[in-house]
């Protein structure tokens, strides 16, 4: 069975996946899969991944690491989380690795973690 799906559909799906993760705030949880996601959406997996791959470029991890760094920026900016760190806040947006955190972190910024903290703190 092939993935016939229109462009207005695309873009339909494509919003309510993203409605529904800055909602709920699922990508906080470290092992969100794809096959979760999809199963919380109530779309096909392999659907799913057409849409994320064909709206925004990016793989099902890239996607959801996205929305991980938002967060994470949102609280690393947050007075009630200043006495975290870094790592902590990492975790606390839903990221289960420094490394993929890391590297994630600065090939979408272009610094890393601690520098873009810095130059918000100082």
Same mark, same amino acid.
């Given at each position: 069975?092939?993935?016939?799906? +229109?462009?207005?559909?695309? +873009? !339909?799906?494509?919003?309510?996946?993203?409605?529904?993760?800055?909602?709920?705030?699922?990508?906080?949880?470290?092992?969100?899969?794809?096959?979760?996601?999809?199963?919380?959406?109530?779309?096909?997996?392999?659907?799913?991944? =057409?849409?994320?791959?064909?709206?925004?470029?990016?793989?099902?991890?890239?996607?959801?690491?996205?929305?991980?760094?938002?967060?994470?920026?949102?609280?690393?900016? +947050?007075?009630?989380?200043?006495?975290?760190?870094?790592?902590?806040?990492?975790?606390? !947006?839903? =990221?289960?690795?420094?490394?993929?955190?890391? !590297?994630?972190?600065?090939?979408?910024?272009?610094?890393?973690?601690?520098?873009?903290?810095? !130059?918000?703190?100082?």
């Amino acid at each position: 069975k092939s993935l016939k799906i +229109d462009l207005v559909e695309i +873009d !339909s799906l494509a919003e309510k996946v993203k409605t529904y993760l800055r909602e709920n705030k699922s990508f906080l949880n470290p092992q969100l899969n794809l096959s979760g996601l999809a199963e919380q959406v109530e779309i096909h997996p392999n659907k799913l991944s =057409f849409i994320i791959n064909e709206k925004t470029g990016n793989n099902f991890n890239e996607f959801i690491n996205g929305f991980r760094l938002e967060h994470f920026k949102s609280i690393a900016n +947050d007075p009630e989380y200043k006495n975290i760190t870094i790592l902590g806040l990492a975790y606390e !947006s839903g =990221f289960n690795s420094k490394s993929v955190f890391n !590297s994630y972190f600065k090939k979408t910024v272009g610094k890393t973690p601690k520098a873009w903290l810095d !130059s918000f703190r100082n």
